[in-house]
């Protein structure tokens, strides 16, 4: 199998996933609300159900590259930004970024020091 293929695989492994996530989502959110109309209404409290499932499914999507438009807004969020970034720094030797490194790097160093003291 070329590497390709298990890229694609590994894609299509987390698309399934992300479709039966949805659809327990959707199950879930139907139950809870139906189970808030059974008990007489009230407070709406299957809100908290359904932010927190669908905040979780929003992210797995934005993941997967479903949300195009927040990849235009937060082009640093996607995996493509990430390798250019890295290949810029291997290329052009980046200094601003190697120098941070290199702070935090001397940091960490201070820290340890600290810590063996």
Do not use: C, H
Request: no cysteine.
């Amino acid at each position: 199998m070329t590497v390709q293929e298990e890229k694609i695989r590994e894609n299509v492994r987390e698309l399934r996933s992300f479709y039966t996530n949805a659809l327990i989502f959707a199950g879930v959110s139907a139950l809870s609300v139906l189970a808030w109309l059974l008990s007489g209404g009230g407070r709406f409290w299957p809100i908290w159900v359904l932010i927190g499932s669908g905040l979780a499914i929003g992210l797995q999507a934005f993941r997967l590259g479903m949300m195009p438009i927040l990849e235009e807004w937060f082009p640093f969020l996607t995996t493509e930004w990430e390798e250019q970034k890295v290949a810029s720094i291997l290329n052009d030797g980046d200094s601003k970024t190697v120098s941070t490194s290199a702070s935090i790097d001397s940091a960490t160093a201070k820290i340890a020091v600290k810590k063996a003291k």
